[in-house]
């Protein structure tokens, strides 16, 4: 199974990116293609740039890496309990391109923050707006307070339970 796994941040020490890293990893005999989003770095989307600028090459990268896998895995950063700026614009311009722009891959969304909820409001929106632009959730996990459940050493979840419902979600994408 190709997996494509991305943190929706363009964090450089994005803990998003560790928690789905991590959870990718749990997916045996798997390919995993962990995308960073600074990669896929455009103008801020309008209609004016659109006009100027078509279709970029680099919103369209970034549907090809979709387009060319089996599965998807997104950890959703959240800022001031929305998506970061940087993952809406770049899905602003994809979906330009293709509105469909999970092209009916199957996914498993995560969560992560700091604190206690986890980033539970912007999982919620990514939930209720996924399916709408063809994406399959067969899964969701938020983690919250990350830095208590997660061994920065080992890379992994040191919390029991929440490494069961993480391990759940997980397979539940195959």
């Not at 604190?115 to 209720?128: D, S």
């Amino acid at each position: 199974m190709k997996i494509v796994a991305f943190a929706a941040s363009s964090s450089k020490k994005s803990i998003n990116k560790k928690l789905v890293a991590y959870a990718s990893s749990l997916i045996e005999s798997s390919h995993v293609d962990v995308l960073d989003l600074n990669d896929y770095e455009l103008p801020l989307f309008s209609e004016d740039k659109e006009t100027e600028l078509g279709k970029p090459a680099l919103a369209q990268a970034f549907l090809e890496k979709i387009a060319g896998c089996d599965a998807l895995v997104i950890s959703f950063a959240e800022h001031n309990g929305s998506y970061s700026a940087a993952y809406k614009n770049l899905f602003d311009w994809c979906s330009r391109i293709n509105p469909k722009v999970f092209q009916n891959k199957s996914m498993v969304l995560l969560s992560t923050s700091p604190g206690a909820r986890g980033g539970a409001g912007v999982l919620a929106q990514a939930l209720n707006s996924a399916p709408f632009f063809a994406g399959e959730v067969k899964a969701s996990c938020s983690v919250p307070s990350f830095y208590e459940n997660f061994d920065m050493e080992k890379s992994s979840i040191n919390n029991e339970e929440i490494k069961l419902a993480l391990q759940s979600a997980m397979a539940k994408l195959v």
